[in-house]
């Protein structure tokens, strides 16, 4: 066990020493804003950079070049003491916030979930709450991408890490020939959308920290607010449809976005099967959706309830979590149904979370061929997602994601219920969680928060946002005896 944890720790020093640059920007918004956070940042710096020095520092002579399965061991650590780390200034400046509430918080922003156990954001010093928006923006494309980019520096590969963090089945194609240059390019088509969406947001009448606040929620899909009222908050259709178009934007894959950028043509978005499934899924849902709460009276006119659902239905589907308005007390199918759509929506290489519609899109055709074989048993017909041929190893890798996915969704949510919390909220919450979703519904509902639950709830929805965010495979990996064999 040693034997590979050393070599993994030795580089998680090197990361946390990068992240400790992150808290740059929340010091110099405490510095602009005069909001007495500056020393918790400096004291949250210190913390992560010593923290780091020690870990790298201790493990020098276990340097080597990581190996395939260590890139798994990495991410899952690599996130779960970020998280731990991004915690410190949380519970430095607010009072009496508990190292669980805390962590959950943290988590919850790197994993671009955007639950949150806090009330009173409006009244948070607005350094405090960019962090919280910063982590929804760093963990957006995920922080261990980023680090691709750097980790040549610190002398170790970044192929590994980028097979175990990054999303969809088919993650082994590159778009440049090195593996950092890809990072790289990922990295500055996600800023160059997301300078486009603060400046967007500003022109729609938002004060600069919100347009910064919300942009890096939007385009990280983390769905956190600067407001106890989310989006509503404003109750402005023009950013509500600002914030819509660019949460399609985020849940599209970034490589699409990449080479249409590259070939400076929108034909790339329509070969895209995924994205076409996505836009297509996402504008039948609204309509349907909008129609059924006209027939059940909700909203007085189609432009009223066409506003609300547009809004909120794309902010669940797309694993974001921005709210403007209580969908928890909208006809029950409305609100099951955007929760199963943060399930399957989203592009594989998006920011989004759940199984991702390229998984869906492969499982459907494989129930066709079975269908189709019960018919003509001899059948030999390869499977195929619009013009790709979907090779039978990959079929089969996305029928045991499909299988432990509802595996972890079944036994947290039992969980949940064994520790007193009513069936609906535990289910909505585990969905919620493990797509990293955000809000769920009853106690963890759009008008509520994560905060009444106990410390046990806490963490079981925290291990939820985890398993999500690492697409399941990577966490459950480590539990098997085969992974710790030499």
């Not at 500055?188 to 890096?216: E, P, Q, R, S």
């Not at 959706?289 to 909120?312: E, G, I, Q």
């Not at 519609?357 to 492969?362: D, E, N, Q």
């Not at 996915?405 to 949510?413: K, N, R």
Request: aromatic residues 12%; contains cysteine.
């Amino acid at each position: 066990m040693l034997y590979r944890l050393l070599p993994v720790t030795h580089v998680l020093g090197g990361l946390l020493m990068v992240f400790s640059m992150a808290y740059l920007m929340p010091m110099v918004s405490a510095i602009i804003y005069a909001d007495g956070t500056l020393m918790n940042f400096i004291d949250a710096m210190l913390i992560s950079l010593a923290a780091g020095f020690i870990l790298w520092f201790c493990t020098r002579r276990h340097k080597r070049e990581l190996k395939p399965r260590d890139g798994f061991l990495l991410v899952t650590l690599s996130w779960v003491l970020m998280a731990g780390i991004a915690a410190v200034p949380l519970m430095l400046v607010i009072d009496d916030l508990s190292f669980t509430d805390a962590y959950f918080e943290a988590m919850s922003g790197l994993t671009t979930t955007g639950s949150t156990v806090l009330s009173g954001l409006d009244k948070l010093p607005p350094s405090l709450n960019l962090w919280r928006h910063e982590l929804n923006w760093l963990g957006g494309m995920g922080i261990i991408v980023l680090a691709v980019a750097i980790l040549p520096l610190l002398g170790v590969g970044g192929m590994q890490l980028y097979k175990a963090e990054a999303t969809g089945v088919m993650k082994d194609s590159k778009l440049t020939a090195r593996i950092a240059d890809t990072a790289k390019a990922l990295w500055l088509v996600y800023f160059g959308i997301t300078v486009v969406c603060i400046i967007a947001l500003k022109l729609v009448g938002m004060n600069w920290l919100d347009a910064i606040c919300h942009a890096f929620a939007a385009l990280g899909l983390g769905g956190f607010s600067t407001y106890d009222d989310s989006v509503g908050h404003f109750d402005s259709p023009a950013i509500e449809g600002v914030l819509i178009f660019f949460m399609m934007v985020a849940g599209m894959n970034f490589a699409t976005h990449f080479v249409a950028f590259r070939e400076r043509s929108f034909k790339t978005y329509w070969v895209d099967v995924e994205a076409k499934a996505f836009v297509a899924l996402i504008a039948a849902s609204t309509l349907v959706c909008t129609l059924y709460l006209l027939a059940h009276k909700v909203y007085p006119d189609f432009a009223t309830a066409f506003r609300h659902v547009a809004f909120n239905l794309v902010s669940i589907a797309t694993d974001c979590g921005f709210v403007s308005q209580d969908y928890d007390k909208w006809p029950i199918f409305v609100p099951l149904w955007m929760l199963f759509l943060s399930c399957v929506s989203v592009s594989s290489g998006s920011t989004g979370g759940g199984i991702k519609m390229i998984r869906t899109l492969i499982l459907a055709q494989q129930g066709l061929s079975e269908l189709k074989r019960l018919v003509h048993p001899n059948l030999v017909a390869p499977l195929r997602v619009g013009d790709t041929a979907i090779p039978q190893q990959i079929a089969g890798a996305v029928l045991g994601f499909i299988f432990l996915y509802i595996l972890a969704v079944g036994e947290l949510t039992f969980l949940l219920v064994a520790s007193g919390l009513d069936f609906t909220s535990s289910i909505t919450a585990i969905v919620a969680s493990i797509n990293n979703a955000g809000p769920g519904l009853n106690v963890v509902g759009p008008a509520q928060n994560y905060g009444t639950l106990t410390d046990f709830q806490t963490w079981i929805c925290t291990l939820a946002m985890l398993i999500g965010r690492l697409e399941v495979l990577t966490i459950f990996v480590l539990f098997t005896p085969v992974f710790w064999r030499k």
